[in-house]
T-cell receptor
Framework: DAAVTQKPRYLIKMKGQEAEMKCIPE?????VFWYQQKQSKELKFLIY????????QIDMVKERFSAVCPSSSLCSLGIRTCEAEDSALYLC???????????FGPGTRLTVL | GQQVQQSPSSLVLQEGENAELQCNFS?????LQWFYQSPGGSLVSLLS???GTKHTGRLTSTTVTKERRSSLHISSSQTTDSGTYLC????????????FGTGTTVSVSP
């Protein structure tokens, strides 16, 4: 069973609506990552938090997404105005200590109609 | 930036056969992880192997860092091995975020 939890598992939004998904990292892990995977495509890195601070993100996230980690046990990824192209599986992972190995949650599957 | 290429893109096996999956990357990697992605989409970490050879169960990974390649060997395949195998390296050398290859889809029939 995944030690990283993601909610909700499925999310349906209309174009133009706001979306929010949450991630609970593995206990003790200080690094949290978000990735996007569109249908049959490779996973795409979105943003990386270390000790709740964003350290690396792609331009798309800065422009259209909102991502925060208000505590060490909760992070969220939001889309301000959903577009059809945002339909994807959003995966959260965490890692901790000296190991860089990442462990993934089950994902949130977003569908934008 | 970094690029990761995996081959073959798909593989069909009879149960009991062995398989070798390849991962090539564009520049030196300090991280290398192999993942299994189920048809439902969830990712399971199989091995973290930035250099050398590592074993876990029926899986063996060999990474030759200076040649920028890694392989994943599956021995005595089972139907439950069906899914997509992904190779990932550090997005920026020494960084923590990963970039992924497009994967090898393995289908094992009984």
């Amino acid at each position: 069973d995944a030690a990283v939890t993601q909610k909700p598992r499925y999310l349906i939004k209309m174009k133009g609506q706001e979306a929010e998904m949450k991630c609970i990292p593995e206990k003790g892990h200080t690094a949290v990552f978000w990735y996007q995977q569109k249908q049959s495509k490779e996973l795409k890195f979105l943003i990386y938090f270390q000790n709740q601070q964003p350290l690396d993100q792609i331009d798309m996230v800065k422009e259209r997404f909102s991502a925060v980690c208000p505590s060490s046990s909760l992070c969220s990824l939001g889309i301000r105005t959903c577009e059809a192209e945002d339909s994807a599986l959003y995966l959260c992972s965490s890692s901790g200590g000296v190991s860089y190995e990442q462990y993934f949650g089950p994902g949130t599957r977003l569908t934008v109609l | 930036g970094q690029q990761v290429q995996q081959s073959p893109s798909s593989l069909v096996l009879q149960e009991g056969e062995n398989a070798e999956l390849q991962c090539n990357f564009s520049s030196t990697a300090t991280q290398l992880q192999w993942f299994y992605q189920s048809p439902g989409g969830s990712l399971v970490s199989l091995l973290s192997n930035p250099s050398g050879t590592k074993h876990t169960g029926r899986l063996t990974s060999t990474t030759v860092t200076k040649e920028r390649r890694s392989s994943l060997h599956i021995s005595s395949s089972q139907t439950t091995d069906s899914g997509t195998y992904l190779c990932a390296i550090d997005r920026d050398q020494g960084g923590r975020a990963l970039i992924f290859g497009t994967g090898t889809t393995v289908s094992v029939s009984p």
